[in-house]
């Protein structure tokens, strides 16, 4: 197994460079760069918790609107698989306004989503307002929080990453309890518009993603240059100009009037000087901004189809593939297991303590561990990503074979512990890619798992419906799941075949 990108022949040469680069910052694994965790743990509190938490509000949607089950179940599948789907695009946004900018447009647009979705009229209107326009607002603020983890942190990646998703978990619990008390205090119309007010909360988490710049020398603690001289404006030095002129001339005969004078035609001068300053800033403004989403643009675009284009990375492709049918290993059992207790008679235990939460409550541990364990020196991160991925493949394999209370619990736990490798996919992400391509890199690995949330609960019952069973659903996700993570596996074995190749024909020439 490979440990990182220089192993596995990755071709962006200038990654190392960056890292050391970056290494001599005294944010980097400190200072600020905690409050970078702090900033996405509420962020994946406010996003990932309260759509895991969306269950309460689709038993309100089902009494409101007397829709199907599976048509309204739409309305959470929407907004998730948006979420992680718009990834790439957001890549765009990141590479023009910046990290700190697009989380901030993401909050108000998510608090909008929630707000409008208030005034919902039927199903189909929460599609737009909440599956959409609040979706696409959480997929703006999500993946910087990620991607600007990723850039603080390096000997503690793993660690960062776990602390700050347990958000997830820790936002199920809270979200669920604020939604019911909303909706039954409030009605979830004012439960929905409360929310949106909450989520306005991701704009301050968007401010707190500071730009990582190194500090220039030579500058004050303003941030000027101070061998410059303060600047003066036209306008200061005409007027300086004119009094010194007038200081000259005082004493002698007709000063009043000569001030007077000056004064008159100084005042339509230095207004029409004014309106050319503002509109010369004007243009200037908005030259700039052109500038920068041409070149935002460019990058974007040299990053996905140009020469450097992260799809000529083959593992880079095998893990696209494995994260097609990963994600929804996970969602599944979520949104199905209730039912296969009511199915299984053990619904009493269930209530008591549900397995869902064994699920999210072993998840957060899981993640801090595994994040641990994958920043020891000793312990490769590749290593613990595909043994975590393999347990989960085995606990999905035995879901179907448990029957009672205290086993179906054993096996949850294990996909809750198993599943904690979430943290570490921006960790395995930038070593593929490295820092400089994250935003990109991992905007397209989270749509592909938005694709897999999206279609994988609608496909587990729609096999239901035809056997009459949920067996069937987990067997062919678990086998979907395997091949992705044997491919996975297959590539960097055939890179290293190829590069030993090429050194036996170099050697051989020679």
């Given amino acids: 197994m490979y440990t990182s990108h220089e192993d596995i022949g990755y071709d ?41 938490a969306l269950g309460v509000l689709n038993v309100e949607w089902l009494e409101e609107f007397h829709q199907s ?25 990141i590479n023009t306004c910046g990290c700190r900018g697009t989380a901030i447009i993401g909050g108000l647009v998510n608090s909008l989503g929630w707000v409008l979705s208030a005034y919902a009229a039927n199903v189909h209107y929460l599609f737009i307002t909440f599956g959409v326009t609040a979706g696409f607002g959480s997929g703006m603020a999500y993946l910087p929080a990620v991607v600007m983890v990723g850039r603080y942190f390096q ?43 909450v989520s306005l909360n991701l704009c301050v988490c968007g401010a707190l993603m500071r730009p990582l710049s190194p500090g220039k020398e030579g500058k004050d603690p303003a941030g000027r240059d101070p061998q410059v001289p303060p600047a003066h404006s036209t306008e200061s030095v005409k007027s300086s100009g ?64 140009g020469a450097a284009s ?22 599944i059992p979520f949104i199905h297991l209730p039912e296969i207790v009511n199915l299984y008679n053990l619904s009493e235990q269930n209530d008591v303590f549900p397995l869902t939460s064994i699920i999210a409550i072993v998840h957060i541990f899981g993640k801090v561990i595994l994040g641990i364990v994958a ?17 989960l493949v085995l606990s999905i394999f035995l879901l179907p074979l448990m029957h009672t209370y205290a086993s179906l619990a054993v096996i949850c736990a294990l996909i809750g512990f198993s599943s904690g490798y979430f943290s570490l996919m921006p960790v395995v992400t930038e070593d593929l890619v490295g820092i400089e391509h994250l935003a ?35 067997y062919i996700c678990g ?17 290293i075949i190829e590069q030993s190749r090429k050194k036996c024909m170099g050697g051989t020439q020679v």
């Fill in 375 to 391: 920043d020891l020196p000793c312990i490769s991160v590749w290593n613990v990503f595909l043994m975590a991925n393999f347990t």
């Fill in 310 to 331: 992260l799809f000529t990375n083959r593992v880079f492709v095998a893990f696209i593939f494995w994260a097609l049918f990963a994600y929804s290993s996970f969602v």
């Fill in 69 to 93: 089950r599976g048509l309204t179940a739409w309305v959470s599948s929407l907004s998730m698989g948006i979420t992680l789907i718009v990834g790439p695009f957001i890549g765009l946004f």
């Fill in 242 to 305: 004119q009094l010194g002129k007038a200081d000259e001339k005082e004493g002698s005969p007709g000063c009043e009037e000569t001030l007077g004078d000056l004064a008159d035609q100084a005042c339509p001068e230095e207004a029409g000087h004014r309106k050319n300053m503002c509109a010369f800033q004007i243009l200037k403004m908005v030259s700039q901004l052109t500038l920068r989403v041409r070149k935002g643009f460019q990058e974007w675009y040299s990053g996905y189809f």
């Fill in 155 to 197: 000997k503690r990646r793993a660690l960062a990453q776990g602390l700050s998703t347990t958000g997830t978990g820790f936002g199920t619990f809270l979200m669920t309890v604020l939604l019911k008390y909303l909706c039954a205090e409030y009605g979830w119309r004012n439960a929905m518009f409360i929310q949106g007010a």
């Fill in 440 to 474: 990109n890199a991992y905007g397209i690995i989270i749509c592909a798992n938005g694709i897999s949330a999206l279609l994988g609960p609608p496909f587990a019952g729609w096999i239901y419906d035809i056997t009459q069973k949920y067996d069937f659903s987990f």
């Fill in 12 to 52: 962006f040469e200038d990654v190392p460079k960056d890292k050391k680069t970056l290494k001599s910052h005294p944010n980097i694994d400190g200072g600020w760069a905690w409050m970078m965790v702090l900033s996405s743990f509420f962020v994946h509190i406010l996003i990932m918790g309260s759509q895991m």
């Fill in 479 to 495: 086998l979907l799941y395997l091949v992705g993570i044997l491919f996975l596996l297959i590539q960097p074995c055939i890179q």
